[in-house]
């Protein structure tokens, strides 16, 4: 069984571009999410997805931050302005039903904001 | 913000020793999760204690769950170099969510 596929795994941009990350999550899994892990911390729900609906995304800067899934598989989450602060690992993250308290991580993209 | 506070936040020992780490939260959970991370890695979950459970075992790795102090802990035996990574605990909370909340990790060096 494939692992939940990220890319890229590392990006580095200026204050204020805009970057996007892209996740393709295990094979028939409904539920998807993004995590922000700054250095030192552990992840930080950004916004979790049941097919193609958002179910949370009360932690996620909609100022700046978007996502989507549009066809309840792939997913892609944008950045637009980038600040220094956004400086971490962007995890991915997708359940199924068949253990449904598990998650399973895809490995990352670094993005560094200079 | 987060659930869990874990202690301690970075722990070194020789390889072949025991290594304990725990983990506090605040609010009532349907269950807690360990996970392991290594170096520019995804996270790996590794046991998971419901909670109504006091204790799991998963070969080298024992998890303890005290409900009533709100702590958990995990221990690996007879460590060894590869167990080097950071461990985060997660707590699921009461509600339907099935969401993960993470603890700020233990950094666990295991020195050969």
């Known amino acids: 069984e494939a692992g939940v596929a990220q890319s890229p795994r590392y990006k580095i941009i200026e204050k204020r571009q805009s970057v996007a990350f892209w996740c393709n999550p295990i094979?028939?899994?409904?539920?998807l999410y993004w995590y922000q892990q700054i250095l030192g911390q552990g992840p930080k729900l950004l916004i979790q997805?049941?097919?193609?609906?958002?179910?949370?995304d009360s932690q996620l800067p909609k100022d700046r931050f978007s996502a989507e899934r549009l066809k309840g598989v792939d997913s892609t989450l944008k950045i637009q302005p980038a600040k220094l602060e956004d400086s971490a690992v962007y995890l991915c993250?997708?359940?199924?039903?068949?253990?449904?308290?598990?998650?399973?991580f895809g490995p990352g993209t670094r993005l560094t904001v200079t | 913000s987060q659930q869990g506070e874990e202690d301690p936040q970075a722990l070194s020992i020789q390889e072949g020793e025991n290594a304990t780490m725990n983990c506090s939260y605040k609010t009532s959970i349907n269950n807690l999760q360990w996970y392991r991370q290594n170096s520019g890695r995804g996270l790996v979950h590794l046991i998971l204690?419901?909670?109504?459970?006091r204790e799991k075992h998963s070969g080298r790795l024992r998890v303890t769950l005290d409900t009533s102090k709100k702590s958990s802990s995990l221990l690996i035996t007879a460590s060894r170099a590869a167990d080097t990574a950071s461990y985060f605990c997660a707590t699921v909370l009461m509600d339907s969510s099935y969401k993960l909340i993470f603890g700020s990790g233990t950094r666990l060096l295991v020195r050969p």
């Open positions: 094979s028939g899994h409904a539920t």
């Open positions: 997805f049941q097919n193609n609906g958002v179910v949370d």
């Open positions: 204690i419901r909670s109504n459970e």
């Open positions: 993250a997708s359940r199924g039903t068949e253990r449904p308290y598990e998650q399973y």
